[in-house]
């Protein structure tokens, strides 16, 4: 196989680098720290507050990152109280930060039972030195909501055990990889239907541009709207009957699953350069963590290949270059055939000090092949498919930041899809139009340790993350294959839907140094994806209709105005902390999800959509009204 041929070369070329270069990796410098760490947002505050200089718009990032920009917190701070100044630490915050950074520095060898873990270092061959830790982490959680009405109960558990052995080889060289089993229950609802295409396009046309229609679910209904992420790689079995026969691809009742993350990675040219390799979790170009438009934290994890080169304070770039996975829920053959795509992502980034930051870049979803311009990192991957033809998504991304260090800042965002130049005048009108903006600010609390408010709006414009399907001529006699913005069936932007929009408002707190806290409120609003009024380009599985995107009226912007549109009103509150000196950690939230439709008549519906009343699957009820009440526990042991 080409392909396998090349990557398998190109790794071998990777590791030789990390070799050659760099004496300045000390015990698994260069493993990541998963983005779900408080200290993400530890650091995120601190660089508003203007505690520590900038840091990169491209997570996660490791544990050598992180110990040098704590450091650096740390020794610029006055120790003397009355050279404090707004903004600086308390001493509750400095001991969170002490107590961050010997989390993530090396410990002493042999068993540490308070950590799950033993530590080890020995002298290899020819002297390479080989050091780091295995151990285990337990993760339970468990959800339960309570629904007025005839909707019931419902009870959802995500638990894991996860073994990890993470550690160095020589001075040059960091690994990490974990395996985790885990059970798991996410019942969901079956809705209805969604028609994949637009109302008037023709079925069983000879050019690939045939509607379909897809089953439609609910969110998961123990847990509150879209924060329950799938852990599981492949499939997942009931427990007693592990057989192929037997393979799932979502929880609905009690299950059982597996998952695998990998990495390698290292720094060169004096730690200026990070290479990386590895099935990860990843954000990138997030103005408040969680908020990316581009590559989100609720994106599954893949594998690809990773250059981070920042030379300068005010400069870094980023590449990335992955393969994605597959969405199983139409069994393990037949989705693949049709979804066989890779994932290149570039950004760069400015910064003024704290007081200014700017990031752009490109991304394209392209199929599987010998193509060296994407992977490439210096080559733009908008303008590289103009050097080879129409044939794959490619989209443009911008963040633009300002603040005031030690009271906050404000941002916006912007990820388009596709445009069209000529029409741009249009761009809230014309479906063909397909971006997503956000607007936030964040504003650093006083006296509160670590404390911040942040308010958001996001807008995801109909047909947004999503593509039409196309024969392509790498797979010339198979179906024609999917390019969504998508891996493993979930979006690698926003956590919500096509045709959304979404204000957040958050405050966050971390007054001791093992407690932290937050309070939460959306208001979410959604084209309906089921039932006889639904919403086109309101689903990720959504294909614009390629002829007549200007004229048709069905693939105009009607936002609220044209079907029927989920209203969702979610406030929560939550917490977390650790139990003294045991390496017990418990974590939960609850609160209130009140969801409501809006609804226009079949004679207006009819106006926006001809012949769409036709055409639509009826809804298995009504657009209903529902009241939930949520109550998440977890618990967390070594970890």
Same mark, same amino acid.
């Given at each position: 196989?080409?392909?396998? +041929?090349?990557?398998?070369? %190109?790794?071998?070329?990777?590791?030789?680098?990390?070799?050659?270069?760099?004496?300045?990796?000390?015990?698994?410098?260069?493993?990541?720290?998963?983005?779900?760490?408080?200290?993400?947002?530890?650091?995120?505050?601190?660089?508003?507050?203007?505690?520590?200089?900038?840091?990169?718009?491209?997570?996660?990032?490791?544990?050598?990152?992180?110990?040098?920009?704590?450091?650096?917190?740390?020794?610029?701070?006055?120790?003397?109280?009355?050279?404090? @100044?707004?903004?600086?630490?308390?001493?509750?915050?400095?001991?969170?930060?002490?107590?961050?950074?010997?989390?993530?520095?090396?410990?002493?060898?042999?068993? /540490?039972?308070?950590?799950?873990?033993?530590?080890?270092?020995?002298?290899?061959?020819?002297?390479? #030195?080989?050091?780091?830790?295995?151990?285990?982490?337990?993760?339970?959680?468990?959800?339960?909501?309570?629904?007025?009405?005839?909707?019931?109960?419902?009870?959802?558990?995500?638990?894991?055990?996860?073994?990890?052995?993470?550690?160095?080889?020589?001075?040059?060289?960091?690994?990490?990889? *974990?395996?985790?089993?885990?059970?798991?229950?996410?019942?969901?609802?079956?809705?209805?239907?969604? /028609?994949?295409?637009?109302?008037?396009?023709?079925?069983?046309?000879?050019?690939? *541009?045939?509607?379909?229609?897809?089953?439609?679910?609910?969110?998961?209904?123990?847990?509150?709207?879209?924060?329950?992420?799938?852990?599981? /790689?492949?499939?997942?079995?009931?427990?007693?009957?592990?057989?192929?026969?037997?393979?799932?691809? !979502?929880?609905?009742?009690?299950?059982?699953?597996?998952?695998?993350?990998?990495?390698?990675?290292?720094?060169?040219?004096? *730690?200026?350069?990070?290479?990386?390799?590895?099935?990860?979790?990843?954000? !990138?170009?997030?103005?408040?963590?969680?908020?990316?438009?581009?590559?989100?934290?609720?994106?599954?994890?893949?594998?690809?290949?990773?250059?981070?080169?920042?030379?300068?304070?005010?400069?870094?770039?980023?590449?990335?270059?992955?393969?994605?996975?597959?969405?199983?829920?139409?069994?393990?053959?037949?989705?693949?055939?049709?979804?066989?795509?890779?994932?290149?992502?570039?950004?760069?980034?400015?910064?003024?000090?704290?007081? %200014?930051?700017?990031?752009?870049?490109?991304?394209?979803? !392209?199929?599987? @092949?010998?193509?060296?311009?994407?992977?490439?990192?210096?080559?733009?991957?908008? %303008?590289?498919?103009?050097?080879?033809?129409?044939?794959?998504?490619?989209?443009?991304?911008?963040?633009?930041?300002?603040?005031?260090?030690?009271?906050?800042?404000?941002?916006?965002?912007?990820?388009? +899809?596709?445009?069209?130049?000529?029409?741009?005048?249009?761009?809230?009108?014309? *479906?063909? #139009?397909?971006?997503?903006?956000?607007?936030?600010?964040?504003?650093?609390?006083?006296?509160?340790?670590?404390?911040?408010?942040?308010?958001?709006?996001?807008?995801?414009?109909?047909?947004?993350?999503?593509?039409?399907?196309?024969?392509?001529?790498?797979?010339?006699?198979?179906?024609?294959?999917?390019?969504?913005?998508?891996?493993?069936?979930?979006?690698?932007?926003?956590?919500?839907?096509?045709?959304?929009?979404?204000?957040?408002?958050?405050?966050?707190?971390?007054?001791?140094?093992?407690?932290?806290?937050? !309070?939460?409120?959306?208001?979410?609003?959604?084209?309906?994806?089921?039932?006889?009024?639904?919403?086109?380009?309101?689903?990720?599985?959504?294909?614009?209709?390629?002829?007549? @995107?200007?004229?048709?009226?069905?693939?105009?912007?009607?936002?609220?105005? /044209?079907?029927?549109?989920?209203?969702?009103?979610?406030?929560?509150?939550?917490?977390?902390?650790?139990?003294?000196?045991?390496?017990?950690?418990?974590?939960?939230?609850?609160?209130?999800?009140?969801?409501?439709?809006?609804?226009?008549?079949?004679?207006?519906?009819?106006?926006?959509?001809?012949?769409?009343?036709?055409?639509?699957?009826?809804?298995?009820?009504?657009?209903?009204?529902?009241?939930?009440?949520?109550?998440?526990?977890?618990?967390?042991?070594?970890?």
């Amino acid at each position: 196989m080409i392909i396998g +041929d090349f990557m398998r070369r %190109f790794g071998f070329v990777w590791i030789f680098a990390l070799a050659l270069c760099g004496r300045n990796i000390f015990s698994q410098t260069h493993v990541s720290v998963p983005l779900g760490h408080p200290v993400y947002y530890i650091l995120s505050l601190a660089e508003a507050r203007g505690l520590c200089p900038p840091l990169p718009a491209t997570k996660p990032y490791t544990r050598g990152k992180i110990i040098e920009a704590i450091n650096e917190i740390l020794y610029a701070e006055p120790s003397s109280n009355n050279e404090r @100044r707004f903004g600086s630490l308390s001493d509750n915050e400095r001991k969170i930060l002490e107590e961050a950074r010997a989390e993530f520095s090396k410990g002493e060898t042999g068993l /540490d039972l308070s950590k799950g873990k033993y530590v080890f270092s020995v002298e290899g061959k020819s002297g390479i #030195h080989f050091s780091g830790d295995f151990g285990i982490v337990l993760e339970s959680l468990n959800s339960a909501a309570f629904y007025t009405g005839d909707s019931g109960s419902s009870f959802g558990t995500d638990t894991w055990g996860t073994l990890f052995l993470k550690g160095d080889v020589g001075e040059r060289f960091s690994f990490g990889m *974990d395996f985790s089993a885990g059970v798991m229950r996410a019942q969901r609802d079956y809705l209805g239907q969604y /028609d994949t295409f637009a109302s008037e396009l023709k079925e069983n046309v000879p050019n690939g *541009d045939v509607n379909r229609r897809i089953d439609v679910y609910s969110q998961p209904k123990a847990f509150f709207p879209y924060s329950y992420q799938k852990r599981w /790689d492949g499939f997942m079995f009931h427990p007693g009957n592990i057989t192929a026969s037997s393979m799932e691809s !979502w929880p609905e009742g009690f299950s059982i699953a597996a998952s695998m993350l990998g990495e390698m990675s290292g720094s060169v040219l004096s *730690d200026t350069l990070l290479l990386r390799a590895g099935r990860l979790q990843r954000e !990138w170009g997030a103005m408040s963590p969680g908020n990316s438009l581009v590559l989100n934290a609720q994106a599954r994890p893949f594998v690809g290949v990773e250059a981070l080169f920042n030379p300068l304070p005010w400069f870094s770039f980023s590449s990335l270059t992955g393969v994605l996975e597959f969405d199983n829920a139409g069994g393990i053959m037949d989705p693949s055939l049709t979804f066989q795509n890779a994932f290149s992502l570039q950004q760069v980034e400015f910064n003024y000090k704290n007081y %200014f930051h700017i990031d752009f870049g490109s991304s394209a979803i !392209w199929a599987k @092949r010998f193509e060296l311009g994407y992977i490439f990192p210096l080559i733009d991957n908008f %303008f590289y498919q103009n050097f080879i033809g129409n044939l794959d998504n490619v989209a443009i991304n911008l963040n633009a930041r300002a603040r005031y260090p030690g009271l906050g800042g404000i941002w916006f965002s912007v990820f388009v +899809d596709e445009m069209e130049v000529s029409s741009a005048t249009k761009a809230f009108d014309l *479906d063909r #139009h397909m971006f997503a903006f956000q607007a936030g600010l964040q504003g650093a609390i006083p006296i509160i340790p670590f404390a911040s408010f942040t308010a958001s709006y996001t807008k995801i414009e109909p047909y947004n993350y999503t593509h039409v399907r196309q024969y392509l001529p790498w797979y010339s006699g198979s179906a024609p294959m999917e390019k969504a913005y998508v891996s493993n069936g979930v979006s690698l932007g926003y956590y919500l839907p096509p045709n959304s929009d979404e204000i957040k408002l958050r405050f966050e707190v971390r007054p001791l140094p093992k407690t932290g806290g937050f !309070w939460q409120y959306q208001l979410i609003r959604h084209g309906a994806d089921y039932g006889p009024h639904q919403v086109d380009g309101s689903s990720l599985v959504s294909e614009l209709d390629p002829d007549g @995107r200007s004229d048709k009226t069905s693939l105009k912007k009607y936002f609220l105005e /044209d079907g029927a549109y989920q209203w969702m009103h979610i406030m929560k509150i939550g917490a977390d902390h650790r139990l003294g000196s045991l390496p017990i950690t418990i974590f939960g939230e609850t609160g209130i999800v009140y969801s409501y439709f809006t609804d226009i008549s079949n004679e207006e519906y009819n106006s926006f959509h001809p012949q769409g009343s036709s055409r639509r699957t009826a809804a298995l009820g009504e657009y209903l009204t529902s009241t939930a009440y949520i109550l998440t526990v977890g618990l967390r042991i070594f970890k």
